[in-house]
């Protein structure tokens, strides 16, 4: 099982100003993905982030939101530009497990933002 | 569209008494369909994985069954520790990523 570290656990963010978010893997892997989880819905992919090319976003986010980076298969970012109140969530990084299935996923213990 | 529905949306037991859980989906064609556990302030944790009707797995006091139309998440004299936030989630056929439901919130009162 991969072990994944997120930071900032959380953090409270003045609206207008930016917010990169960092996870780090223990292990090398192909597939990272971005998630959003509001309160009360359910998880939401926001992005593939694919090594040495861009990331893919799912319908109805933008790279000018959301600009990912993946320098290396250990290592992701994900930035909240220009936020909002709306933005307030909790963000979560995952990898596959490796097996045949991407379905199964090692999630991180999140980032929870709130935007004042 | 792929959809998720999940019921209830919260759960109150209290220890010992077994419930089910339910996650109704739709999907064009069935790769997989999975359980999570999510405790507060933290991330998914992957339970199961079925793939076709009939199916059943099971961990401790957690076994999972799926129907071509619903997985039930069936819980055996639970304990407190069990309480947390179970997703469920599919994957179609040619898809890379799962659709995941809204959860159903477990509480088990000592």
């Known amino acids: 099982s991969a072990v994944i570290s997120q930071k900032p656990s959380r953090d409270i963010c003045q609206r207008g100003t930016s917010l990169t978010i960092q996870c780090q893997v223990d292990s090398q892997v192909t597939m990272m993905f971005w998630y959003r989880q509001q309160p009360g819905q359910s998880l939401t992919l926001i992005a593939t982030?694919?090594?040495?090319?861009?990331?893919?976003?799912e319908s109805g986010f933008v790279i000018d939101k959301f600009p990912i980076s993946r320098p290396n298969l250990t290592f992701s970012t994900l930035t909240v530009s220009n936020m909002s109140p709306e933005d307030s969530s909790i963000y979560l990084c995952?990898?596959?497990?490796?097996?045949?299935?991407?379905?199964?996923?090692?999630f991180g213990e999140g980032s929870r933002l709130t935007v004042l | 569209e792929d959809q998720v529905t999940q019921s209830p949306e919260a759960l109150r037991l209290q220890e010992g008494e077994s419930s089910s859980l339910n996650c109704s989906y739709t999907?064009?064609?069935?790769?997989?369909l999975f359980w999570y556990r999510q405790d507060p302030g933290k991330g998914p944790e992957f339970l199961f994985t079925?793939?076709?009707a009939g199916e059943e797995k099971e961990k401790e006091r957690l076994k999972a069954t799926l129907t071509k139309k619903e997985s039930f998440l069936h819980i055996t004299a639970p304990k407190p520790e069990d309480s947390a936030t179970y997703l469920c989630a599919v994957q179609a056929a040619g898809s890379y990523i799962p659709t995941f439901g809204r959860g159903t919130s477990l509480i088990v009162h000592p």
């Open positions: 995952s990898v596959t497990s490796g097996r045949a299935n991407t379905g199964e996923l090692f």
């Open positions: 982030a694919n090594q040495g090319s861009e990331a893919t976003y």
């Open positions: 079925l793939y076709s």
């Open positions: 999907v064009s064609g069935l790769r997989g």
